[in-house]
């Protein structure tokens, strides 16, 4: 009443007044009616938690499947006969018509109605009258938003496989290039053996085929049906859960209706598969950046993947790496966030759930923009192959093969490893690589040495020898290449 000026209050007389009154908490009652579940509430929710408990701006992303999840569920509750086959085709038109509206972007969203699927349904409502009231008969939004999730997952999990598919086929390419090309392999970061660019590439082909194979797994897990399960203990209605599962390509029902509606483990999965490929990702980007330091200088990367220095003109430096590596840390951080939403959560379902989303969606988005930009970036790395072959040389990379070649000579290993340890330690004195050795030299160290050592300590005869499955042959690296694009096929 405070609306009222004093002035008007006196002119109006005792039965004005009391219409006045009423009038004014019919117009509450329906601004209170805004939200679809009010009917209990004496006042209406404050504007902080309005938009404290609302979702709907980041939500809104779900609408597709939400749609997809309703026009399912309608199809089921007409062939039970719950709703007649008219509501079901005013679903349909409804549903059909908000579709467009979304995909034009002429939606009306509103924070008011909370959600993705309140702010749907009330559009549905508007649009076909009754028949949207009743498509929520048999169902609640906890069934319904866990269905949604899943549904977009399992999609988002197929873009990734074949995101991670074309990565993989970049680096086939580039380690067919270089099945004999020549670098230092690393342990502790020294030189350590010779192994070719090719080997190293298809390491992480390996890697990130196991990637695969865990997105493929973990997509058997997301891909069962919550709906049925409504709030928490199912429904009374004759509701039919094989015929909703079929109609959305779910692999199964989901089993227990409490479980359904409350764990979000396929996502926390989901997570940690993707965690792992961002570490993947990243090892990579460690390795690209050592790469392109010009102190190393192995490789360069195309121009368009790197910025240069405000300040410093001749700098060129490989930004895109670097963040991949930075991004490492968010989405691993997102596993976190979802364990630890987890953990507390009595069943059935609680309003920390809807904390899932964001976490989950921006896993799937930094994942598929950052293996979409490294699946083209890694076709244009530029192998500078002389200083490979240079670093390779350098650091006395071919010992373990002249031990080797003692061994084969007939000493026992450990006095051969003494009496290389004892030719490297000259060379080094001498500036020299073993090969650049006399022959009278090398002999000093074990007489069984002969000419054909040279053979031994050349780095392609080094690499060569190393011909057995998963070695770093040439011709292990081709059959390796072989392996994996058939498996990819
Ligand atoms: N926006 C909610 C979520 O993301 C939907 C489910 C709401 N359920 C409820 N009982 N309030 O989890």
Same mark, same amino acid.
């Given at each position: 009443?405070?609306?009222?000026?004093?002035? *008007?209050?006196?002119?109006?007389?005792?039965?004005?007044?009391?219409?006045?009154?009423?009038?004014?908490?019919?117009?509450?009652?329906?601004?209170?009616?805004?939200?679809?579940?009010?009917?209990?509430?004496?006042?209406?929710?404050?504007?902080?938690?309005?938009?404290?408990?609302?979702?709907?701006?980041?939500?809104?992303?779900?609408?597709?499947?939400?749609?997809?999840?309703?026009?399912?569920?309608?199809?089921?509750?007409?062939?039970?006969?719950?709703?007649?086959?008219?509501?079901?085709?005013?679903?349909?038109?409804?549903?059909?018509?908000?579709?467009?509206?979304?995909?034009?972007?002429?939606?009306?969203?509103?924070?008011?109605? #909370?959600?993705?699927?309140?702010?749907?349904? %009330?559009?549905?409502?508007?649009?076909?009258?009754?028949?949207?009231? %009743?498509?929520?008969?048999?169902?609640?939004?906890?069934?319904?938003?866990?269905?949604?999730?899943?549904?977009?997952?399992?999609?988002?999990?197929? +873009?990734?496989?074949?995101?991670?598919? #074309?990565?993989?086929?970049?680096?086939?390419?580039?380690?067919?290039?270089?099945?004999?090309?020549? *670098?230092?392999?690393?342990? /502790?970061?020294?030189?350590?053996?010779?192994?070719?660019?090719?080997? /190293?590439?298809?390491?992480?082909?390996?890697?990130?085929?196991?990637?695969?194979?865990?997105?493929?797994?973990?997509?058997?897990?997301?891909?069962?049906?919550?709906?049925?399960?409504?709030?928490?203990?199912? +429904?009374?209605?004759?509701?039919?859960?094989?015929?909703?599962?079929?109609?959305?390509?779910?692999?199964?029902?989901?089993?227990? @209706?409490?479980?359904?509606?409350?764990?979000?483990?396929?996502?926390?999965?989901?997570?940690?598969?993707?965690?792992?490929?961002?570490?993947?990702?990243?090892?990579?980007?460690?390795?690209?950046?050592?790469? *392109?330091?010009?102190?190393?200088?192995?490789?360069?990367?195309?121009?368009?993947?790197? +910025?240069?220095?405000?300040?410093?003109?001749?700098?060129?430096? $490989?930004?895109? $790496?670097?963040?991949?590596?930075? &991004?490492?840390?968010?989405?691993?951080?997102?596993?976190?966030?979802?364990?630890?939403?987890? &953990?507390?959560?009595?069943?059935?379902?609680? &309003?920390?759930?809807?904390?899932?989303?964001?976490?989950?969606?921006?896993?799937?988005?930094?994942?598929?923009?950052?293996?979409?930009?490294?699946?083209?970036?890694?076709?244009?790395?530029?192998?500078?192959?002389?200083?490979?072959?240079?670093?390779?040389?350098?650091?006395? @990379?071919?010992?373990?093969?002249?031990?080797?070649?003692?061994?084969?000579?007939?000493?026992?290993?450990?006095?051969?490893?003494?009496? !290389?340890?004892?030719?490297?330690?000259?060379?080094?004195?001498?500036? !020299?690589?073993?090969?650049?050795? =006399?022959?009278?030299?090398?002999?000093?160290?074990?007489?069984?040495?002969?000419?054909?050592?040279?053979?031994?300590?050349?780095?392609?005869?080094?690499?060569? =020898?190393?011909?057995?499955?998963?070695?770093?042959? $040439?011709?292990?690296?081709?059959?390796?290449?072989?392996?994996?694009?058939?498996?990819? =096929?």
């Amino acid at each position: 009443m405070q609306e009222f000026p004093d002035l *008007m209050l006196r002119l109006l007389n005792r039965r004005e007044l009391l219409e006045i009154s009423t009038l004014l908490i019919m117009t509450d009652q329906f601004a209170r009616k805004a939200h679809a579940w009010s009917a209990r509430f004496s006042e209406p929710v404050s504007e902080l938690v309005k938009r404290y408990t609302a979702s709907v701006d980041f939500d809104k992303r779900l609408a597709r499947v939400d749609i997809q999840g309703s026009l399912a569920h309608a199809v089921m509750l007409a062939k039970v006969g719950v709703i007649s086959a008219q509501d079901r085709a005013d679903i349909e038109r409804g549903m059909q018509q908000i579709a467009s509206e979304i995909e034009s972007g002429r939606f009306q969203w509103s924070i008011d109605l #909370e959600d993705v699927h309140l702010n749907i349904e %009330r559009r549905l409502t508007d649009l076909v009258g009754d028949a949207g009231k %009743r498509l929520h008969t048999a169902r609640s939004r906890n069934d319904q938003v866990a269905t949604d999730i899943r549904l977009w997952l399992r999609g988002e999990i197929d +873009t990734l496989i074949g995101l991670l598919r #074309e990565l993989q086929l970049s680096l086939i390419e580039q380690a067919e290039k270089h099945c004999a090309t020549i *670098m230092p392999g690393f342990t /502790h970061l020294q030189v350590a053996q010779p192994v070719t660019f090719g080997h /190293h590439l298809m390491a992480y082909v390996e890697m990130f085929a196991r990637d695969a194979e865990r997105l493929v797994d973990c997509r058997k897990r997301v891909n069962r049906l919550p709906l049925g399960a409504a709030a928490l203990a199912g +429904t009374s209605y004759p509701i039919d859960r094989a015929m909703v599962a079929e109609l959305l390509g779910f692999d199964a029902i989901a089993a227990n @209706s409490l479980d359904a509606v409350s764990d979000r483990d396929f996502a926390i999965e989901f997570c940690a598969a993707g965690a792992l490929i961002m570490t993947h990702i990243s090892r990579l980007s460690e390795e690209l950046i050592i790469w *392109m330091s010009a102190r190393v200088g192995f490789i360069d990367l195309p121009d368009r993947y790197c +910025t240069g220095s405000s300040i410093m003109p001749q700098k060129k430096n $490989p930004d895109v $790496p670097e963040l991949a590596r930075g &991004k490492t840390g968010r989405v691993t951080g997102h596993l976190i966030g979802l364990l630890t939403l987890m &953990k507390g959560q009595p069943l059935a379902y609680n &309003k920390d759930n809807q904390e899932d989303k964001e976490p989950l969606f921006d896993t799937v988005d930094t994942l598929q923009a950052t293996l979409r930009i490294f699946a083209d970036m890694m076709l244009g790395v530029e192998v500078k192959a002389d200083r490979m072959r240079q670093a390779a040389f350098e650091g006395f @990379s071919t010992a373990t093969d002249l031990a080797d070649y003692l061994v084969r000579k007939g000493l026992p290993f450990r006095d051969a490893h003494e009496a !290389v340890g004892a030719a490297v330690r000259h060379a080094q004195n001498a500036g !020299v690589d073993l090969s650049q050795l =006399s022959l009278a030299v090398l002999q000093g160290f074990h007489p069984s040495i002969d000419a054909d050592v040279f053979e031994v300590l050349q780095l392609e005869g080094s690499v060569a =020898s190393r011909s057995h499955p998963g070695g770093t042959a $040439p011709a292990q690296v081709l059959a390796a290449v072989a392996a994996a694009r058939q498996r990819l =096929s």
